[in-house]
């Protein structure tokens, strides 16, 4: 296995494992329309140009042939010593083998080097997710409902690791 950090040359990767997982991830909790409207909003080309560009970084696991599963994050979020996780997606044959724990613990580890006190994220409040952050030590801090567009919401945990 090995982590590297993406490139705008590795957004069609990105957006594969995206489309990969979402249908898997959301599909017992959002509607079909929901998660194709989600999907457009966030992992468009110019979308993910522009976080690369300007505040996220991107990182991705690769086996010896493929990308298997890719995470992104912001160091100094919101301007305070805190780092957020926009994204963190496994294909659907990799899960299980410890690829977000690899992926979350890298995280962790440059959020130590920009001196940032925490990691927080969102998760649905009704995805199972839930559980596995929990057991790297994550607490729910509180719930958020976030209008995205089209009369849609994310109805979210906010969940917070201390480092």
Sequence with gaps: MEIRKAQTKDIPSIQKIAFDTWPSAYGDILEQSQIDYMLD??????????????SQTFLIIKDEELDLAFISFETNYDNQPQTKIHKIYISPAAQGKGLGKILIEETERQ???????????????QNKARF?????????AYS?????????????????KEI
Excluded: S
């Design 132 to 140: 596995f952050y929990e057991k790297l030590g994550f607490k729910i």
């Design 41 to 54: 909003l966030m992992y468009n080309l110019e979308v993910l140009e522009k976080q690369m560009n300007e």
């Design 111 to 125: 959020a130590i080097n920009k001196r940032n006190e925490c990691i927080l994220l969102n998760v649905n409040r």
């Design 144 to 160: 958020e409902d976030i209008e995205i567009g089209n009369g849609y919401l994310m109805n979210d945990f906010v969940m917070v």
